[in-house]
């Protein structure tokens, strides 16, 4: 079990940046894989990025490759997720998740564990 509570999240105008935090209880973190997900109103939660215990392995969506930058500080059982040239397409709350294991990244059903979600709004 671990416990997740993200972070974060704010109005910013189009072009800017933010950075996300996930602190994640428990002494083995570094044995989750962490993810970022998204959800905008009425639509599905949608995979943003992933990154493997260790950190070795990163994965992200295509919409915002080049743009966002996931990482982990496995020392303080912390995940970020760094948000540049923001896009009002970006408005969402994003979730952080932990997977004891997993196949398939992108899917939320890979996930054992959320945090309460961070909103993030980027508008002029």
């Known amino acids: 079990q671990v416990q997740l509570v993200d972070s974060g999240g704010g109005l910013v105008q189009p072009g800017g940046s933010l950075r996300l935090s996930c602190a994640a209880s428990g002494r083995t973190f570094s044995m989750y894989a ?9 639509t599905e939660r949608e995979f943003v990025a992933a990154i493997s215990g260790s950190g070795s392995t990163r994965k992200y969506a295509d919409s915002v490759k080049g743009r966002f930058t996931i990482s982990r500080d496995n020392a303080k059982s912390t995940v970020y997720l760094q948000m540049n040239s923001l896009q009002p ?4 709350v994003y979730y952080c998740a932990a997977a004891d294991d997993y196949s398939d990244y992108e899917s939320p ?5 959320w945090g309460q ?3 993030v709004t980027v508008s002029s």
């Open 117 to 119: 979600g961070t909103q």
């Open 109 to 113: 059903d890979e996930y054992n564990y």
């Open 34 to 42: 962490m993810g970022w997900f998204r959800q905008a109103p009425g």
């Open 89 to 92: 397409t970006d408005t969402a």
